[in-house]
């Protein structure tokens, strides 16, 4: 975790799990499964370390068991855009 010792604490693995449980849609690609949270403005653009409102989920490593995308590595240190991604499905609203 070499300059970000955040990521290692309790409060911030607490925080994530609290996320994913909420939602594990990724707000890149908008599929199902996301197992890590991304800061939708990056920490090195100035966004809040382990603010909520700055977290959202996103797939990490292992990319998107959906589409195949590595989603965390596509977004890079670029900022979330501040639109939703339109797909031909609303994977933002809960299934009934």
């Known amino acids: 975790m070499g300059n970000r010792p955040e990521l290692g604490w309790r409060h911030y ?7 994913l449980a909420a939602s ?13 949270l991304d800061h939708l403005v990056p920490t090195s653009k100035g966004g809040a370390r382990v603010d909520p409102a700055n977290l959202a989920p996103i797939h990490g490593v292992a990319g998107c068991p ?14 979330a855009p501040a639109a939703r991604l ?9 299934l009934p």
């Open 13 to 19: 693995r607490r925080l994530r799990e609290q996320i």
């Open 24 to 36: 594990d849609t990724c707000h890149w690609c908008g599929h199902p499964g996301a197992d890590a």
């Open 66 to 79: 959906s589409c195949g995308r590595k989603c965390n590595n596509e977004k890079g240190d670029d900022e």
């Open 86 to 94: 339109t797909t031909s499905r609303d994977w933002y609203s809960p």
